[in-house]
């Protein structure tokens, strides 16, 4: 018994060594991305025609992973030569002009200018208020939010055809029906209800 266990360490040794060296790498193909290069993609990947293809896993695509424009990443081994990297990266959602937010509040790093011009502005004083503002953007999406303003009484928020002033997120949620039907003009969120005016 001692023997065959030594015999099978032996072997696993052995195919581990030969694992180092045969078989390579041929090709890298990358998908999914807009904002990162391939280039880009391989290096944070760590991946490159010649690596061991048995040693292409996705703990080896942990800095790709930790990159804040990747949401997640998939890697897909093809024998015997072609390593698939599908990248998943996250969308710029929010800007202050400054800094540039993805939906989950995740910073984007090098938004360029002309797409950050294209974004909701988000602006406002008083303690931060971003992740109510990313739920509202959300929440707000199909009605074309422009310009995003909070202080501490609440959130004024510029549509497509609407200006809203909301004390919360949770508050246009709780009053989301009577907002649909009030859209137009100058739309206000109270706790009892919603109120109107035409400006």
């Known amino acids: 018994?001692?023997?065959l266990l030594i015999a099978l360490l032996v072997v696993a040794a052995a195919a581990l060594v030969t694992s180092r060296f045969v078989p390579k790498v041929a090709r890298v193909d990358v998908s999914g991305t807009q904002h990162l290069t391939q280039a880009q993609v391989l290096e944070l990947a760590n991946v490159a025609p010649g690596d061991p293809f048995l040693w292409v896993t996705s703990y080896r695509l942990r800095h790709l992973m930790h990159?804040?424009?990747v949401r997640k990443v998939r890697v897909i081994r093809?024998?015997?030569d072609l390593v698939s990297i599908l990248v998943w990266e996250r969308q710029p959602a929010l800007t202050d002009g400054t800094t540039t937010w993805a939906e989950d509040g995740t910073v984007l790093p090098g938004v360029p200018g002309s797409v950050a011009a294209g974004l909701p502005h988000l602006e406002g004083w008083g303690a931060p208020?971003?992740?109510e503002a990313l739920k509202l953007l959300r929440l707000?999406?199909?009605?074309?939010?422009?310009v995003i303003s909070y202080s501490p009484e609440g959130f004024e928020i510029q549509l497509t055809g609407t200006s809203l002033?909301?004390?919360?997120?949770?508050a246009l949620q709780q009053q989301w029906a009577a907002f649909e039907s009030h859209r137009g003009g100058r739309v206000a969120v109270y706790p009892w209800g919603v109120s109107k005016a035409h400006e």
């Open 165 to 170: 002033f909301t004390p919360s997120a949770e």
């Open 78 to 80: 093809h024998w015997p």
């Open 140 to 146: 707000l999406h199909a009605y074309g939010p422009k």
């Open 1 to 3: 018994m001692r023997g």
């Open 129 to 131: 208020r971003l992740d």
């Open 67 to 69: 990159d804040p424009w």
